[in-house]
């Protein structure tokens, strides 16, 4: 790792202006992915700025049909709250599938989300389930947010506070771990809203990162059911390929996953 | 450069690091706590596990900054006055360990899932929660047997207590 | 048995000091001054190296050197040898090509190293390395062994036109012509042997002192064998002569072969600690694992089997090639040849063998021994080809192997090996019973109504352990004689340090080779102490592998117990006034049969070393040293059965059971033995399932962390249901066969037998990952 200066940051104004103040700055939550790349010199910010110690940056809010988790929140707060397991069971259950326990007690929602690794499952339910991500300057809609590998919506210097997600009626996620990383290989998170729309999203699976999978939203809205899916065909173009599944595997895996989560999500 | 302070295994201590360093180098390097160990580069191994206010991260992965303040307990921590932890016993009775250098790591693991299952543990959900965990000599089945068998004493510690 | 004694399942005496953190490892050792290395290494599979610019790098903080490649070659440094020379078919030597430490001029894979950087810190060196401009020539690069030896492929060494290193091959040509000829039916198989890591979990790390006064070197090193190390490292590389030399291998985080070897870095850690006048660490990361720790396998076989009509077979023909990577490393040569195609008769009557292999030099990291080193190889190739004959030949799978079983011995197989004895039947039955094998129709029609493709897998293995009779391997190209010495101290007060040349990194001696003595002079395990992995305090040794410690290091602890033992009877028959051949020894007691007299062994101890009153002419103290040469190899056998599901969707894999049969002779402390099957089966069930190395088409390493490298985790694995047969092995006075590589070497095939069976498709290589699995399933 390249020599550094580390801040802790009190307050979601103070780390801005710290961040502000540095040559090359970049916010630390849980560590879990910026760590490994400085570790690798991969990347080589001046300053780090830590949100992790940010008290208001951290817990989760249920209020009405809304779930709203500060995004210094780790992941396995989120699985582990009872607020949570009742209001979006599957979100839960996405949690506790997010690496190993170890990675689960640091890495944090809002890391996830801004460093939008095409593989990371939190994307999935953000979009499948279309949550509003809201920063210390705005709230973003998650169909804005991704853009592609590694990028986002988000301006240097914007700070994720919190993730907002409406609470379905029905929602399932299930994830074919990739058996080196156990990122997904592919994921699939499904939702259906109160009033009767269907989302699904597929991680892992496609070239530019977390996508909507509209051949299985059709089927899934004239028919909630894994057998609903099983005249669908997903195309392997655009897909990811590499040493662990070729783009037709994923595509087949876009399938079956999603036969999965319907069947989890009940 | 800063001052760290932090408590490790009960002793407050304050060291002068660079930034870039992290808690695993801190431990090893500064305080010659040699029993946490360094196995790979990409976070995934668990040689380096180690309590910080009591949960079981990965000291490869923190930086000695990001736990200033903090409660660190370590392998060296575990055993309290001479008397072993009844996973490091479980796990000398039940043959968990062979080189010995995933070993550290996998005992702190270990402790914070039982702390976290209680006794709710079965085979299936220890093979699941030692995920983070490599070991390359024991094929796993007595660190698991290990785990299964701690978990019962440290039950019986816990209603003793 | 004695609750402490041979066949006592005791607890390890090692363990306290791992479990409460104190184990000491390489990269604990700090010296005075220590300063650190960080390699600079080839970001290229083939360049020539045209120079290296370190002016910048010298002026960053805490640099104190930036040494060279043709620095070393300058100094005279040795290049690394293999130490075990095998002759072509055509009766020529096999063609190397030179491997500097770092590489003066070409640099001929991803990793090797051309520079080091020697600073203050850790950090500070990996900082300046990357201020060290090398500038590089690319060239056209090769990483597949078959596109190695086409016309026009990448050239690595002048000295090995088309690549190859050697053509070798081993058996009767013509008889196995004849047997094709006369078969009724023949078996035609071709498959992989996937490249794997070693990854042991401790990175290679090395220390290195040098006492300038005394002209003296110490080096803490990653080893599993400290002798034979500072031997290459005197002999060969002109580091220093032996007695200026001192190896240490404290703790040592795992091996599995790949601490065999010398490597580079020690070697400059050496030669750097001279030339900067500090001590030099060196810890390899993860990443230079991967990269420059010697890989394992990598075979292309074709196999032909001939049957008769009744089934039994006729002959075997395999033409092998096998990647040696760029380099030929220590014992890489003899891995296919004399480790691989002499075990290729397995368990069977086989009365014609030929082997071809041919060694074929990549772009790729070197490729030596790795648990098991040859013998998985050759058991993989022919139990898949049992498996596909049985499918073939539409007979029980298990039944085929029975009706070939060798039932009588010694047995003379056609590829040199002499089985001293073994009962395959008894072990295969014991398989079949713990599986329950009659039932699994059932079970599999069971599975295919919930819409899950179940299968089973049979694996009958047989390796050659305890490594090895001298003038046998001598005869047959090796470099060193493979005997082990043990010696035996029992001081003035009764306790007793046994020295041993052989190292333990994870094997648990500190405690079965206390049992050995404590068995047999009666004394607690807690008095037994086992010293060994330094230079200075024990004798020459040859080290661990080849599940050779207990077999040959084992029986040179017994031999010397034996002298001990007839001195202290001489001692003790005098002191109680009695004759030498009425002095018995109990629990610890030497005593005169038939009488109560008695004198305990710390008094017959005390008495050699007060030497007051000893037997006319008799040297004071008791201390004993051997030397052992094995007559034979020993022969583990054994079978395995796995029992899985596959998932039609996903194509995963997930073990229902797997269980085990092993024939290991005797068993010093079977809770040990059962640890080591343990971690065998995890790694062949690795290689079946998880790990493989790939190259890309430029030589890159594609696998070259955990993030792509699939290592085997709790959740990968079952539970596994161990069982033992027992035939004693009579070519050792212990009777023990050794167990450290049984599971590597059986375990790959059983799993791809049962996938193979559950998906009805034989086409499927290792590692058989989900991606692939479906991709069998569906087309
Ligand atoms: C071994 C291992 C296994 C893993 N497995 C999985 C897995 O299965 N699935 C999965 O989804 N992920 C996985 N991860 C990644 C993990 O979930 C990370 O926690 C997550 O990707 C990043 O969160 P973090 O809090 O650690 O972020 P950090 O690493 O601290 O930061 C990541 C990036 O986000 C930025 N950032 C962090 N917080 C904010 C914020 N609030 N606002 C703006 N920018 C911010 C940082 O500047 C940085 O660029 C794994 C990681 C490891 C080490
Ligand atoms: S060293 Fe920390 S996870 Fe490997
Ligand atoms: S005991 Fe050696 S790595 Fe686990």
Redesign the pocket.
């Known amino acids: 790792m390249y020599e550094t200066n580390y801040h802790r940051a009190s307050s979601v104004p103070d780390a801005a202006a710290t961040f502000a103040k540095g040559k090359e700055s970049?916010?630390?939550?849980?560590?879990?992915?910026?760590?490994?790349?400085m570790k690798q010199r991969l990347?080589a910010p001046s300053d780090v700025i830590d949100?992790?110690k940010i008290q208001e940056?951290i817990g989760i809010e249920v209020s009405g049909d809304t779930v709203t988790i500060k995004?210094?929140t780790?992941?396995y707060d989120v699985a582990q709250s009872e607020a949570v397991q009742k209001a979006i069971p599957a979100l839960a259950n996405l949690a506790s599938?997010?690496?190993?326990p170890?990675?689960?007690y640091?890495?944090?929602?809002?890391?996830?989300?801004?460093?939008n690794?095409p593989?990371?499952?939190?994307?999935a339910a953000v979009l499948a389930l279309g949550a509003t991500i809201k920063?210390n300057k705005r709230a973003i809609a998650a169909g804005d947010f991704f853009k592609g590998l590694f990028s986002t919506a988000?301006e240097d210097g914007?700070?994720?506070?919190a993730v907002a997600f409406p609470v379905p009626a029905k929602a399932g996620y299930a994830?074919m771990?990739?058996p080196a990383?156990?990122?997904?290989l592919t994921g699939v998170f499904v939702a259906r809203t109160k009033a009767g729309d269907v989302s699904a999203a597929a991680?892992g699976a496609s070239q530019s990162g977390v996508m909507r999978v509209p051949a299985i939203e059709q089927a899934l809205k004239a028919n909630w059911s894994p057998g609903a899916l099983d005249s669908v065909t997903i195309s392997a173009n655009g897909l990811l390929a590499d040493i662990h599944g070729s783009a037709e595997y994923r595509a087949n895996l876009v399938k079956v996953m999603g036969q999965r989560a319907v069947a989890a999500a009940g | 450069m800063s001052t760290v302070k932090l408590t490790v295994n009960g002793r407050a201590v304050s060291v002068d690091v660079e930034d870039r360093t992290l808690l695993v180098h801190l431990l090893r390097e500064n305080l010659n706590l040699t029993g946490t160990h360094v196995g790979c580069d990409?976070?995934?191994c668990g040689a380096c596990v180690v309590h910080v206010d009591g949960r079981a991260v990965?000291s490869c992965?923190m930086l000695a900054g990001q736990a200033a303040g903090s409660n660190v307990t370590t392998i060296e921590g575990l055993a309290k006055g001479g008397e072993l932890h009844p996973m490091q016993a479980a796990f000398r009775d039940n043959h968990g360990l062979q080189c010995g250098y995933c070993t550290p790591g996998m005992i702190m693991s270990a402790v914070d899932i039982v702390h976290r299952h209680g006794g709710k543990l079965d085979e299936e959900t220890v093979r699941h929660e030692l995920e983070?965990n490599i070991c390359r000599c024991t094929g796993y089945h007595n660190i698991v047997k290990a785990v299964l068998d701690a978990a019962g004493r440290m039950k019986v510690a816990q209603a003793a207590e | 048995m004695g609750v402490e004694g041979i066949g006592a399942s005791v607890v390890r005496k090692e363990d306290r000091r791992f479990i409460t953190g104190q184990g000491r490892y390489v990269d604990d050792v700090k010296m005075v001054g220590m300063s650190y290395a960080h390699f600079i290494r080839s970001p290229h599979a083939h360049a020539k190296v045209k120079g290296i610019d370190s002016a910048e790098a010298m002026k960053m903080p805490g640099v104190i050197a930036v040494l060279t490649g043709q620095q070393i070659v300058d100094d005279k440094v040795g290049n690394l040898i293999c130490g075990w020379a095998i002759t072509s078919k055509d009766g020529s030597p096999m063609k190397m090509g030179a491997w500097p430490a770092m590489a003066p001029e070409t640099v001929r894979f991803v990793g090797q190293a051309v520079a080091v950087v020697i600073a203050e810190t850790k950090n500070q060196a990996r900082d300046a390395a990357e201020a060290v401009v090398v500038d590089y020539e690319e060239l056209s690069a090769v990483a597949d062994v078959k596109a190695a030896i086409k016309p026009g492929a990448a050239q690595l060494h002048p000295e090995a036109p088309g690549n190859v290193v050697y053509d070798w091959h081993l058996g009767d040509e013509a008889a196995v012509k004849d047997a094709f000829g006369k078969a009724a039916n023949v078996v035609t198989l071709e498959l992989t042997n996937n490249r794997l890591v070693p990854n042991a979990m401790e990175p290679r790390a090395a220390v290195a002192h040098y006492d300038q006064a005394e002209e003296h070197f110490t080096l803490y090193t990653t080893s599993q064998n400290p002798h034979v190390a500072r031997l290459v490292l005197s002999a060969f590389y002109n580091i220093a002569p032996e007695n200026k030399l001192r190896v240490i291998a404290p703790d040592v985080g795992g091996g599995f072969g790949s601490k065999i070897y010398i490597y580079p870095e020690e070697m400059v850690a050496l030669w750097a600690s001279k030339k900067v006048g500090r001590p030099v660490k060196w810890t390899g990361d993860r990443t230079e694992a991967f990269l420059t720790d010697a890989h394992g396998r990598d075979h292309v076989s074709k196999a032909e089997m001939a049957f008769d009509k009744d089934n039994k077979i006729l002959g075997l023909r395999v033409k092998t090639y096998a990647n040696f990577g760029a380099y030929m490393s220590l014992f890489s040569s003899a891995v296919p040849t004399y480790l691989y195609a002499t075990l290729l008769s397995g368990q069977y009557v086989i009365p014609a063998i030929y082997a071809e292999v041919m060694g074929v030099y990549t772009n790729t990291t070197p490729v030596d021994a790795y648990r098991g080193a040859g013998r998985p190889e050759a058991s993989y190739l022919l139990e898949r080809m049992m498996e596909t004959a049985a499918r073939q030949l539409k007979v029980d799978p298990a039944e085929l192997r029975k009706k070939n079983f060798i039932t009588q011995f010694p047995y003379q197989t056609p590829v040199i090996m002499a089985y001293d004895i073994g009962d395959f039947n008894a072990s295969i039955d014991a398989a079949m019973k713990a599986i329950d094998y009659a039932g699994f129709p059932a079970r599999k029609a069971k599975a295919k109504a919930d819409g899950k493709l179940r299968g089973i897998g049979v694996s009958c293995y047989i390796e050659a352990c305890g490594i090895a009779p001298s003038k046998a391997v001598g005869s047959l190209g090796a470099g060193v004689g493979l005997w082990e010495s043990a010696e035996i101290r029992v001081n003035p007060v009764g306790t007793i340090e046994v020295l041993t040349g052989t190292h333990s990194h994870g094997q648990g001696h500190e405690t079965s080779f206390a049992q050995i003595i404590s068995d047999r002079l009666g004394v607690p395990l807690s008095q037994v102490s086992i010293v060994h992995g330094d230079t200075d305090k024990v004798q020459f040794g040859m080290g661990t592998y080849g599940s050779r410690s207990i077999a040959v290091g084992g029986a040179a602890i017994v031999k010397a117990m034996e002298k001990v033992e007839a001195k202290a009877k001489k001692i003790a028959a005098h002191a109680l006034e009695a004759s030498e051949s009425d002095i018995v020894i109990e629990n610890g007691e030497f005593k005169v049969t038939g009488t109560d007299k008695s004198i305990a062994l710390p008094m017959v101890a005390l008495a050699a070393y007060t030497a007051h009153n000893l037997p006319d002419g008799m040297e004071p103290g008791l201390k004993e040293t051997a030397f052992y040469d094995p007559t034979n190899f020993t022969f583990p056998a054994g079978a395995y059965i796995c029992e899985l599901e596959v998932d039609p969707g996903t194509g995963k894999t997930s073990f229902v059971n797997f269980v085990a049969a092993d024939d290991f002779g005797r068993l010093i402390n079977p809770m040990i033995v059962e640890g080591q099957v343990h971690g065998g089966l995890a790694q062949g069930i690795g290689q079946a399932l998880l790990e493989g190395a790939v190259y890309d088409g430029t030589g890159q390493l594609v696998t070259a962390s955990f993030m792509d490298y699939t290592m085997p985790r709790a959740d990968d694995l079952p539970s596994f249901k161990l069982s033992h047969t027992t035939t004693l092995c009579p070519g050792n006075p212990l009777g023990v066969k050794g167990c450290g590589e049984a599971g590597a070497i059986g375990a790959s095939a059983a799993v791809i037998n049962a996938i193979t069976d559950a998906i009805g498709n034989n086409k499927l290589e290792m590692p058989a990952t989900p991606d692939r699995v479906w991709h069998a399933i569906h087309g």
């Open positions: 970049k916010f630390l939550a849980g560590g879990q992915t910026l760590l490994p790349v990347a949100l992790s940056m995004a210094a780790p992941h599938m997010i690496g190993d170890a990675v689960r640091r890495g944090t929602i809002g890391g996830s989300l801004a460093n690794d593989a990371a499952d939190y994307p920063t988000l914007e700070i994720i506070t994830k771990r990739h990383s156990r990122f997904a991680t | 990409t976070s995934q990965k992965t983070g």
